[in-house]
């Protein structure tokens, strides 16, 4: 499978400060792209997501920007709080043949500080 | 609303013991399963996904097999657990389209 590149690995925000989390792909087919929240011992949970002919995305304090020629997409967390501190992963998916396969990033681990 | 139940939700297993985990989902038919293995400090790894009963699809080789007897039911077994096949063990469902939501997890650690 391609991979999806994901960065950094670990972010460390003030609170009240913006949270930014970058990921890059390779397969252009890949035409859904999730971004998903992880505390510490559950299942990750869906967060927010893009489809590749949009360039942003934005739910409440989280925004997608995706630049399609670049093969990049980032999520932005705005007056990001200390309930944010978590694990996200960004995901890139491949609709072919209807079995609809997430590809992962490898993680970004965010603590949001007092 | 949907509701997606896994257990146990922690296991400790000896090597060379057989394994099964269950995963079953609430609230709609014919979803996509899938199974996936996170690693301590790791994204998660596709290992099985089924589009309906008995259809399984594997995605990497090794020591676990999945099987789906019934619509909303997803099983993950192993013969014989490997040292290397500790980890948390996270099924999730989807309705034919892009959203996948996962269900709690299963913590699995092999002594």
Known sequence: ?114 | SQTIHQWPATLVQPVGSPLSLECTVEGTSNPNLYWYRQAAGRGLQLLFYSVGIGQISSEVPQNLSASRPQDRQFILSSKKLLLSDSGFYLCAWSLQGYEQYFGPGTRLTVT
């Not at chain 1, 391609?2 to 950094?8: A, H, I």
């Not at chain 1, 893009?50 to 990049?72: L, M, Y």
Request: proline share 6%.
């Open chain 1, 1 to 114: 499978q391609q991979q999806v590149k994901q960065s950094p690995q670990s972010l460390i925000v003030q609170k009240g400060g913006i949270s930014i989390i970058n990921c890059a792909y390779e397969n252009t087919a890949f035409d859904y792209f999730p971004w998903y929240q992880q505390f510490p011992g559950k299942g990750p949970a869906l967060l927010i997501a893009i489809r590749p002919d949009v360039s942003e995305k934005k739910e409440g304090r989280f925004t997608i920007s995706f630049n399609k020629s670049a093969k990049q997409f980032s999520l932005h967390i705005m007056d990001s709080q200390p309930g944010d501190s978590a694990t996200y992963f960004c995901a890139a998916l491949f609709s072919g043949a209807g079995s609809y396969q997430l590809t992962f990033g490898k993680g970004t681990k965010l603590s949001v500080i007092p």
